[in-house]
């Protein structure tokens, strides 16, 4: 199948010239980065939080997420990498790459040194890149698959200067004017979008940006009228009543929104999306390394008190470890193009 041009799956986006709406551009290519350690305070002077004895202690990792700050990607890994250095007894330095719909990032992982201290944040759709976006050098198996430490639901959210208040009110809006934001070209948001759209017999307009930092801020302001942020994007915004939460995607209640009813029960039986987060190192890095880097992923999300700050950040815990995740990642692969190609003429 020929690859669809990203620039022609913006097109919609560009002539409607919306202020905030962060343009995306397939060509990999250098691009601002943004450097911090995994917490604020947290091993400071290149003092680790605790001392350790395997492959890690003492070390610096580099963490790749290929998200902007703020958004969904980039709070879930910030908040398990400072659990992290206290398990492996190293600092971990978390690397904003952004652009390219995650592409720019992910690429440098695959030209990093596979030594073991390089690690990238990963998530449903990332290892088809090559097939959905033009200009993405890397393939599947460009990727050595690590663990799995989350799935998280989005929060379908709707602006205030809408008028949409329930799921009701966002099916009858459903005409294909509508505007949906979506946090990153061919990620797992747009695949929310055309599984609810099966799921409801409705459609919507499809604007892209980059992170969904920035669609939560144009839903706020009443420049997008509707999108799917990830719980931990859009607590805030609906503590603050600047956003109508319609419906959550997973298949029972969040524990960090219990008030937010799901898809399934609110007549669309059996309906559940949602995205898993994991990591990736470069082919050719050590198993050893990656066993013990996974092995420490497990530890944290057995720790009670990072389950309770996952909660509160709006965080679903899901452990899969190395072995298994060497076989989630290639069955997850072939599941997100075989939708792809079949949705992707659009």
Same mark, same amino acid.
């Given at each position: 199948?020929?690859?669809?041009?990203?620039?022609?799956?913006?097109?919609?986006?560009?002539?409607?010239?919306?202020?905030?709406?962060?343009?995306?551009?397939?060509e990999?290519?250098?691009?601002?980065?943004?450097?911090?350690?995994?917490?604020e305070g947290?091993a400071?002077?290149?003092?680790?939080?605790?001392?350790?004895?395997?492959?890690?202690?003492?070390?610096?990792v580099?963490?790749?997420?290929?998200? @902007?700050?703020?958004?969904?990607?980039d709070?879930?890994?910030?908040?398990?990498?400072?659990?992290?250095?206290?398990?492996l007894?190293?600092?971990i330095?978390?690397?904003?790459?952004? @652009?390219?719909?995650?592409?720019?990032?992910?690429?440098?992982?695959?030209?990093?040194?596979?030594?073991?201290?390089?690690?990238?944040?990963?998530?449903?759709? %990332?290892?088809?890149?090559?097939?959905?976006?033009?200009?993405?050098?890397?393939?599947?198996?460009?990727?050595?698959?690590?663990?799995?430490?989350?799935?998280?639901?989005?929060?379908?959210?709707?602006?205030?200067?809408?008028?949409?208040? %329930?799921?009701?009110?966002?099916?009858a809006?459903g005409?294909?004017?509508?505007?949906?934001?979506? @946090?990153?070209?061919?990620?797992?948001?747009?695949?929310?979008?055309?599984?609810?759209?099966?799921?409801?017999?409705?459609?919507?307009?499809r604007?892209?940006?980059?992170?969904?930092?920035?669609?939560?801020?144009?839903?706020?302001?009443? %420049?997008?009228?509707?999108?799917?942020?990830?719980?931990?994007?859009?607590?805030?915004?609906?503590?603050? @009543?600047?956003?109508?939460?319609? =419906?959550?995607?997973?298949?029972?209640?969040?524990?960090?929104?219990?008030?937010?009813p799901t898809?399934?029960?609110?007549?669309?039986?059996?309906?559940e999306?949602?995205?898993?987060?994991?990591?990736?190192?470069?082919?050719?890095?050590p198993?050893?390394?990656?066993?013990?880097?996974?092995?420490?992923?497990?530890?944290?999300?057995?720790?009670?008190?990072f389950?309770?700050? =996952?909660?509160?950040?709006?965080?679903?815990?899901?452990?899969?470890?190395y072995?298994?995740?060497?076989?989630?990642?290639?069955?997850?692969?072939?599941?997100?193009?075989?939708?792809?190609?079949?949705?992707?003429?659009?």
């Amino acid at each position: 199948m020929k690859r669809k041009s990203l620039a022609l799956l913006l097109a919609a986006v560009l002539t409607l010239g919306i202020t905030g709406c962060g343009s995306e551009k397939a060509e990999v290519a250098s691009a601002p980065t943004e450097q911090a350690p995994a917490e604020e305070g947290v091993a400071e002077g290149g003092e680790t939080a605790t001392s350790g004895d395997g492959f890690y202690a003492g070390k610096t990792v580099e963490m790749i997420v290929p998200w @902007g700050a703020g958004g969904g990607a980039d709070t879930a890994c910030r908040l398990i990498c400072s659990y992290m250095e206290k398990e492996l007894g190293c600092t971990i330095v978390i690397n904003n790459v952004t @652009g390219g719909g995650g592409s720019i990032g992910l690429a440098q992982l695959t030209d990093a040194n596979a030594d073991g201290l390089t690690y990238a944040y990963f998530a449903n759709t %990332d290892s088809n890149g090559d097939i959905m976006l033009e200009g993405v050098p890397y393939t599947v198996d460009d990727f050595a698959p690590v663990c799995k430490f989350a799935a998280d639901p989005h929060i379908i959210l709707a602006s205030n200067a809408s008028g949409i208040k %329930d799921l009701d009110g966002m099916i009858a809006a459903g005409d294909g004017k509508t505007l949906w934001g979506i @946090g990153g070209a061919w990620t797992h948001w747009d695949f929310l979008k055309l599984e609810f759209e099966e799921a409801t017999g409705t459609s919507y307009k499809r604007l892209v940006y980059d992170g969904g930092a920035a669609v939560i801020t144009d839903i706020m302001n009443g %420049d997008c009228t509707v999108g799917t942020p990830f719980v931990s994007e859009a607590l805030s915004a609906i503590d603050a @009543g600047e956003a109508v939460p319609i =419906a959550i995607t997973s298949a029972e209640r969040n524990e960090a929104c219990p008030d937010i009813p799901t898809v399934a029960e609110l007549g669309y039986e059996g309906f559940e999306s949602t995205m898993w987060r994991g990591f990736v190192a470069p082919v050719g890095t050590p198993e050893d390394a990656m066993r013990e880097f996974a092995q420490a992923v497990g530890s944290v999300c057995e720790n009670e008190e990072f389950q309770q700050a =996952a909660v509160q950040a709006g965080i679903t815990v899901d452990y899969t470890d190395y072995d298994a995740f060497q076989t989630f990642y290639k069955e997850n692969h072939a599941s997100v193009k075989a939708y792809y190609e079949a949705n992707s003429d659009m």
